[in-house]
């Protein structure tokens, strides 16, 4: 048998994991991830003479070759700033199915730690990922697997939502106890099935739904859920404390039982729009005096401006030369 | 490039799965000699020298202990019923006969496993000395524990295997110089350095077809590898994660 | 509402209660209709002036500035037409300024800008 040294090794593997570009008008540049079944590289288009980003399912993974190719048509339907837009999909010569989309120099969320700011910059932050999101789904489609990985921040600050692998174009007109909410029919989506009877974790551990850690119906309260423990993680290391009216804006979109979460993702973000605002959140119900309070602290400058007044024309009035 | 094809078109008909799955499991545990024999071969090909080696170098055994160890271990997985009790949904096939391995030298006493070489038990024709010769070339303390030692020479002894065999297939098809741009740039030291047109100059062909070359020489030991690992593996789900292990990833 | 407009609102309010508040000094108590109209008229002025100057100036410590400048300088011009010996003016250029001080936060920190319109 042939001995391989470790260097051999490592160069056997990266040219067997490597994308077959031979004859495509791609050339390989590096290897960017891996990400669920596919592993995206940094590729040269001659054509456009660009770089981009390509996907190419994990030879593990041939028998959900499908399902890359589905995840190229849900993204390339979404056309939103926050979503990595797909510029080419098709076969390589080695078999495998592929997608090239943008290339995004930026940082995800997870990597930028202290760098993303204060509270204010982090719920900026926050409501900028509920976007692409809401829009998603106001076009039947849910993403599953959202979390700090999955978002990037570019280099002008522009947030975008990647990896879409798990993503599930909804059928319409499902029957639902709420009127107008999406719901999923497992029946008419083999993928589901499939991804069950494969056991693959459908999503991630942390940033999963109850419903959907126990393989049950999804609908767009899963990606709210998600949400919520992405609100969490921008702020658990955020200065100065975190205001329990914010926490429970979390732990309202975290909640176990999705009939008490934010009904969806447009609602969650009218929440912490609020929480900025200092108006009012529906998942933290306050007294009036505390409602005054705030009120007060919103306005306080010119509150106080007022008082300035009407105490010097008091006190002008009180102490005038008789 | 192929255009976007069919849902059922896609991949073709070589990563269809098949109906029936052989696998050493299967080999091991059926009835019919020449499956076990068959199953035996393929164990002892891919995880004899990653048995020696983490016997030499984990145990700290001399090469003759070792030496015994080894063709012990492989006469008793067949004989002993070893797989019977292997589980796939608990563990993966590798880290099951490494810990069969750390029983067998815990247990052995030196003076029976003597004994027992000279009765009825076939000796099996391995290649100790390159083992050896290739516990030299390993590092000193390599980092990561006995698993992590464990893997990394399973997966070289599968990759050398396929290699190996791609070298057969190639010579057969007529395709030895794909083969041996596939050694000079991804097994050989120093073959990165040079360029398509120095390597085209040195074999007669044009640039381009240096690309073609190594592109199908690379396909084919990417699918001779899923071949020889699906072969060792319990199940679907093992061979996925065994295959991210080895390709999708950093090797342990 | 764009920020001049806004400063002229908010002017002409602050205007009012000031004119207003001269009832509280009887020795002119029957000049209230002058008062509150001369009053109103300033206010109006300070607050098109003052919401002027946030259009141009993006600012908030210039703008509170620049309002009570406005302020103080409106009601000196009144004391100064005050007839008699007693010109009242700290009674007067002191709500002033703070009336001009208040006009300008608000059209600082509210009220719309103008749209650039490209060529």
């Given at each position: 048998m042939t001995f391989l040294s470790d260097s051999a090794l490592e160069r056997l593997r990266v040219a067997a994991d490597a994308p077959d570009l031979t004859g495509t008008r791609y050339h390989l540049l590096g290897k960017l991830g891996q990400g669920g079944m596919g592993g995206v590289f940094r590729v040269d288009d001659s054509t456009l003479e660009r770089e981009v980003a390509l996907k190419v399912i994990n030879v593990a993974y041939l028998d959900l070759s499908a399902r890359l190719l589905q995840e190229a048509r849900v993204i390339a339907k979404?056309?939103?700033?926050g979503i990595v837009p797909v510029h080419d999909a098709g076969m390589l010569p080695d078999g495998r199915p592929y997608y090239t989309m943008k290339l995004v120099q930026g940082k995800r969320i997870d990597e930028l730690g202290k760098d993303m700011g204060g509270i204010a910059d982090r719920l900026r932050t926050f409501l900028r990922i509920c976007e692409p999101v809401a829009f998603a789904h106001a076009h039947g489609v849910l993403h599953r697997d959202l979390k700090p990985t999955n978002i990037m921040i570019g280099p002008f600050g522009e947030v975008l939502v990647m990896d879409w692998g798990l993503s599930k174009a909804l059928a319409a007109g499902i029957d639902s106890a709420e009127s107008g909410s999406v719901a999923e029919d497992c029946a008419a989506d083999p993928a589901a099935v499939v991804a069950t009877a494969h056991g693959s974790v459908l999503g991630t551990p942390g940033y999963m739904a109850p419903e959907q850690r126990n393989g049950e119906i999804v609908d767009q309260r899963a990606d709210v859920y998600a949400l919520g423990a992405i609100l969490e993680f921008l702020l658990q290391d955020a200065q100065p404390r975190v205001p329990a009216r914010l926490a429970a804006i979390w732990r309202k979109a975290k909640a176990e039982d999705r009939d008490t979460r934010y009904a969806s993702v447009p609602d969650l973000a009218d929440d912490v729009a609020h929480f900025v605002d200092g108006l009012p959140v529906s998942a933290y119900p306050e007294s009036i005096v505390s409602r005054i309070w705030r009120w007060i602290a919103r306005n306080r400058t010119w509150i106080l401006l007022l008082l300035v007044y009407v105490v010097v024309r008091a006190l002008l009035i009180l102490f005038r030369p008789r | 490039m192929q255009a976007l094809a069919e849902d059922t078109g896609i991949g073709g008909a070589q990563h269809r799965f098949p109906q029936t799955r052989w696998s050493v499991i299967q080999g091991a545990r059926s009835s019919q000699p020449e499956q076990r024999q068959r199953a035996l071969d393929v164990l002892v090909s891919a995880y004899w020298k990653p048995v020696y080696k983490y016997i030499r170098l984990h145990w700290g055994k001399p090469d003759e202990e070792a030496k015994d160890l080894t063709q012990d271990f492989f006469t008793r997985l067949i004989e002993k019923n070893l797989l019977d009790r292997f589980d796939p949904a608990k563990a993966r096939l590798r880290t099951y006969l490494r810990v069969c391995v750390d029983g067998l030298v815990m247990n052995t006493d030196k003076a029976a496993q003597r004994q027992k070489r000279g009765g009825d038990v076939a000796v099996l024709p391995l290649d100790f000395e390159s083992a050896e010769g290739e516990l030299l070339e390993l590092p000193i303390a390599g980092p990561g524990g006995p698993e992590e030692f464990f893997a990394k020479e399973f997966a070289r002894s599968l990759f050398g295997l396929a290699v190996d065999r791609l070298q057969n297939e190639c010579q057969a098809k007529g395709k030895s110089l794909h083969f041996q741009l596939l050694e000079l740039y991804d097994i050989d030291e120093g073959g990165r350095q040079l360029t398509y047109e120095e390597v085209a100059g040195r074999f007669g062909i044009k640039p381009t077809d240096v690309t073609n070359y190594l592109a199908y020489a690379r396909r084919e030991f990417r699918r001779i590898v899923l071949e020889e690992l699906r072969d060792m593996t319990g199940s679907e789900d093992e061979f996925r994660r065994e295959a991210q292990t080895l390709l999708g990833v950093r090797l342990p | 509402m764009n920020k001049p407009v806004l400063g002229l609102v908010l002017g002409g309010i602050l205007g009012i209660f000031d004119g207003l508040s001269a009832w509280f000094t009887p020795a002119v108590r029957s000049q209230m209709m002058g008062i509150v109209i001369g009053s109103t008229v300033k206010g109006l002025i300070a607050g098109i002036l003052i919401g002027y100057f946030a259009r141009k100036v993006n600012s908030l410590a210039l703008g509170i500035l620049f309002g009570l400048s406005v302020g103080l300088l409106l009601a000196y011009g009144v004391c100064a037409m005050q007839p008699g010996p007693n010109h009242y003016y700290f009674e007067i250029m002191l709500p002033g300024g703070i009336v001009g001080t208040i006009i300008g936060y608000a059209t600082q920190r509210f009220g719309q800008q103008p749209r650039a319109i490209a060529d």
């Open positions: 979404l056309e939103h700033p | - | -």
